[in-house]
Protein backbone atom coordinates (compact mmCIF):
# COMPACT_ATOMS: atom_id res chain seq x y z
CA UNK A 1 0.00 0.00 0.00
CA UNK A 2 2.77 2.63 1.11
CA UNK A 3 4.29 1.54 -2.36
CA UNK A 4 1.76 2.50 -4.33
CA UNK A 5 0.78 5.79 -2.71
CA UNK A 6 4.24 6.67 -3.06
CA UNK A 7 4.07 5.79 -6.56
CA UNK A 8 1.10 7.73 -7.40
CA UNK A 9 2.00 10.84 -5.15
CA UNK A 10 5.58 10.92 -7.91
CA UNK A 11 3.22 10.42 -10.79
CA UNK A 12 0.89 13.65 -9.42
CA UNK A 13 4.09 15.81 -8.80
CA UNK A 14 5.55 14.82 -12.35
CA UNK A 15 2.42 16.18 -13.62
CA UNK A 16 2.56 19.27 -11.22
CA UNK A 17 6.39 20.27 -12.88
CA UNK A 18 4.84 19.26 -16.54
CA UNK A 19 2.10 21.79 -15.64
CA UNK A 20 4.63 24.36 -14.85
CA UNK A 21 6.79 23.99 -17.66
CA UNK A 22 3.80 24.16 -20.15
CA UNK A 23 3.55 27.61 -18.72
CA UNK A 24 6.86 28.98 -18.66
CA UNK A 25 6.87 27.33 -22.33
CA UNK A 26 3.82 29.14 -23.18
CA UNK A 27 4.61 32.59 -21.77
CA UNK A 28 8.60 32.53 -23.49
CA UNK A 29 6.72 31.34 -27.18
CA UNK A 30 4.47 34.80 -26.84
CA UNK A 31 7.52 37.02 -25.87
CA UNK A 32 9.59 35.77 -28.58
CA UNK A 33 6.92 36.41 -31.05
CA UNK A 34 5.83 39.14 -30.37
CA UNK A 35 9.36 40.50 -29.92
CA UNK A 36 10.52 39.14 -33.27
CA UNK A 37 7.60 40.63 -34.90
CA UNK A 38 8.07 44.22 -32.66
CA UNK A 39 4.95 44.19 -31.57
CA UNK A 40 5.21 45.98 -28.42
CA UNK A 41 3.73 44.27 -24.80
CA UNK A 42 4.63 43.67 -21.23
CA UNK A 43 4.36 41.01 -19.20
CA UNK A 44 1.95 41.50 -16.46
CA UNK A 45 -0.11 40.01 -13.23
CA UNK A 46 1.66 36.78 -11.61
CA UNK A 47 4.16 36.26 -13.90
CA UNK A 48 5.57 40.00 -13.74
CA UNK A 49 5.39 40.01 -9.71
CA UNK A 50 7.30 36.72 -9.88
CA UNK A 51 10.03 38.74 -12.28
CA UNK A 52 10.18 41.35 -9.72
CA UNK A 53 10.19 39.40 -6.80
CA UNK A 54 13.35 37.58 -8.10
CA UNK A 55 15.46 40.86 -8.49
CA UNK A 56 15.42 40.10 -4.80
CA UNK A 57 14.85 36.96 -3.41
CA UNK A 58 14.61 34.20 -5.87
CA UNK A 59 13.63 31.64 -3.42
CA UNK A 60 10.68 34.00 -2.63
CA UNK A 61 9.01 33.32 -5.85
CA UNK A 62 5.33 32.14 -6.39
CA UNK A 63 4.58 30.05 -8.88
CA UNK A 64 1.73 30.59 -11.39
CA UNK A 65 -0.24 29.31 -13.85
CA UNK A 66 -1.77 32.45 -15.57
CA UNK A 67 0.14 34.58 -18.25
CA UNK A 68 -1.01 37.79 -18.85
CA UNK A 69 0.31 40.06 -21.62
CA UNK A 70 -0.09 44.38 -21.61
CA UNK A 71 -0.82 44.90 -25.38
CA UNK A 72 -2.01 48.16 -27.05
CA UNK A 73 -5.70 47.41 -28.56
CA UNK A 74 -4.18 48.82 -32.45
CA UNK A 75 -1.77 46.81 -32.03
CA UNK A 76 -3.79 43.38 -31.87
CA UNK A 77 -4.11 42.32 -35.54
CA UNK A 78 -0.05 42.25 -35.45
CA UNK A 79 -0.47 40.34 -32.09
CA UNK A 80 -2.63 38.07 -33.56
CA UNK A 81 -0.60 37.02 -36.55
CA UNK A 82 2.41 37.02 -34.31
CA UNK A 83 0.98 34.36 -31.85
CA UNK A 84 -0.48 32.42 -34.72
CA UNK A 85 3.17 31.92 -36.23
CA UNK A 86 3.74 30.21 -32.60
CA UNK A 87 0.08 27.84 -32.52
CA UNK A 88 -1.74 30.27 -31.06
CA UNK A 89 -5.24 31.52 -32.14
CA UNK A 90 -7.00 33.99 -30.67
CA UNK A 91 -10.46 34.05 -28.85
CA UNK A 92 -12.58 36.35 -26.89
CA UNK A 93 -14.12 34.60 -23.51
CA UNK A 94 -16.46 36.63 -21.70
CA UNK A 95 -15.30 39.66 -23.38
CA UNK A 96 -11.39 38.75 -22.41
CA UNK A 97 -8.93 38.82 -25.32
CA UNK A 98 -6.48 35.62 -25.01
CA UNK A 99 -4.74 33.30 -27.18
CA UNK A 100 -5.70 29.75 -27.24
CA UNK A 101 -3.42 26.72 -28.21
CA UNK A 102 -4.25 25.50 -31.40
CA UNK A 103 -3.94 21.69 -30.09
CA UNK A 104 -5.68 22.47 -27.23
CA UNK A 105 -7.74 25.57 -26.81
CA UNK A 106 -8.91 25.10 -23.01
CA UNK A 107 -9.19 28.84 -20.95
CA UNK A 108 -6.95 27.21 -18.34
CA UNK A 109 -3.85 27.61 -20.39
CA UNK A 110 -4.62 30.49 -22.05
CA UNK A 111 -2.34 33.99 -23.11
CA UNK A 112 -4.96 36.54 -21.58
CA UNK A 113 -5.07 39.68 -22.97
CA UNK A 114 -5.26 43.34 -20.53
CA UNK A 115 -5.44 46.34 -23.14
CA UNK A 116 -2.81 48.91 -22.28
CA UNK A 117 -3.93 52.49 -21.77
CA UNK A 118 -7.42 51.53 -20.66
CA UNK A 119 -9.80 50.59 -17.80
CA UNK A 120 -10.06 47.17 -17.22
CA UNK A 121 -13.67 48.07 -15.93
CA UNK A 122 -15.25 51.10 -16.04
CA UNK A 123 -15.62 51.76 -13.03
CA UNK A 124 -11.69 51.69 -12.06
CA UNK A 125 -10.02 54.74 -11.07
CA UNK A 126 -7.43 54.10 -13.45
CA UNK A 127 -6.43 52.83 -17.06
CA UNK A 128 -3.70 49.81 -17.14
CA UNK A 129 -0.51 50.86 -17.96
CA UNK A 130 0.98 51.76 -21.21
CA UNK A 131 3.68 49.55 -23.39
CA UNK A 132 5.10 52.83 -25.70
CA UNK A 133 8.72 51.54 -26.62
CA UNK A 134 11.25 53.98 -24.81
CA UNK A 135 8.34 54.83 -22.17
CA UNK A 136 8.55 54.15 -18.37
CA UNK A 137 5.88 52.50 -17.83
CA UNK A 138 7.90 49.18 -18.71
CA UNK A 139 11.40 47.38 -17.58
CA UNK A 140 13.53 44.74 -19.47
CA UNK A 141 13.67 42.70 -16.12
CA UNK A 142 15.24 39.79 -18.46
CA UNK A 143 16.77 39.81 -21.74
CA UNK A 144 13.37 39.57 -24.25
CA UNK A 145 10.76 39.99 -21.49
CA UNK A 146 9.41 43.32 -21.08
CA UNK A 147 7.73 43.67 -17.38
CA UNK A 148 5.35 46.63 -16.76
CA UNK A 149 7.04 48.65 -14.23
CA UNK A 150 6.50 48.05 -10.22
CA UNK A 151 4.17 51.10 -10.01
CA UNK A 152 2.32 50.61 -12.68
CA UNK A 153 2.28 46.62 -11.44
CA UNK A 154 1.59 47.90 -7.92
CA UNK A 155 -1.58 50.02 -8.88
CA UNK A 156 -3.16 47.38 -11.02
CA UNK A 157 -3.07 44.80 -8.08
CA UNK A 158 -4.81 47.59 -6.19
CA UNK A 159 -7.01 48.32 -8.28
CA UNK A 160 -8.36 44.48 -9.08
CA UNK A 161 -7.95 43.60 -4.95
CA UNK A 162 -8.75 39.93 -5.36
CA UNK A 163 -7.61 37.82 -3.04
CA UNK A 164 -5.05 36.46 -5.44
CA UNK A 165 -3.70 40.41 -5.54
CA UNK A 166 -3.34 41.02 -2.34
CA UNK A 167 -1.17 38.14 -1.90
CA UNK A 168 0.84 39.29 -5.01
CA UNK A 169 1.06 42.47 -2.97
CA UNK A 170 2.58 40.84 0.22
CA UNK A 171 5.21 38.80 -1.72
CA UNK A 172 6.32 42.27 -2.79
CA UNK A 173 6.05 44.22 0.34
CA UNK A 174 8.03 40.98 2.13
CA UNK A 175 10.85 41.54 -0.38
CA UNK A 176 11.15 45.20 0.20
CA UNK A 177 9.95 46.20 -3.04
CA UNK A 178 6.85 48.35 -2.13
CA UNK A 179 7.50 50.55 0.64
CA UNK A 180 5.16 53.41 2.58
CA UNK A 181 6.77 56.18 -0.08
CA UNK A 182 4.21 54.73 -3.06
CA UNK A 183 1.30 56.15 -1.00
CA UNK A 184 1.66 59.29 -1.89
CA UNK A 185 1.19 58.56 -5.97
CA UNK A 186 -2.00 56.67 -6.16
CA UNK A 187 -5.30 58.21 -5.30
CA UNK A 188 -6.76 58.25 -1.81
CA UNK A 189 -8.76 54.88 -1.87
CA UNK A 190 -5.78 52.69 -3.27
CA UNK A 191 -3.00 54.68 -0.91
CA UNK A 192 -5.06 53.40 1.90
CA UNK A 193 -5.50 49.67 0.98
CA UNK A 194 -1.47 49.88 0.59
CA UNK A 195 -1.23 51.73 3.42
CA UNK A 196 -3.38 48.55 5.74
CA UNK A 197 -1.17 45.72 4.03
CA UNK A 198 2.09 47.40 4.64
CA UNK A 199 0.47 47.34 8.43
CA UNK A 200 -0.52 44.12 8.62
CA UNK A 201 3.45 43.28 7.25
CA UNK A 202 4.24 45.32 10.04
CA UNK A 203 6.26 48.02 7.69
Do not use: C
Amino acid sequence: MQQETARHAGGLWERHLMALDEVTDRMERISRAFTDASVPYALVGGQAVAMWVATREPAAVRTTKDVDILLRRQDLPRARAAALSMGMDYFEVLGVGMFLEQHDPNPRRAVRLVWAGEKVRPEYPLPSPGVDPGGDETQMLDPGKPVTSLAGLVRMKLISYRDTDRVHLRDLIDVGLVSRDMTSQLPAELADRLQNLLSESGR
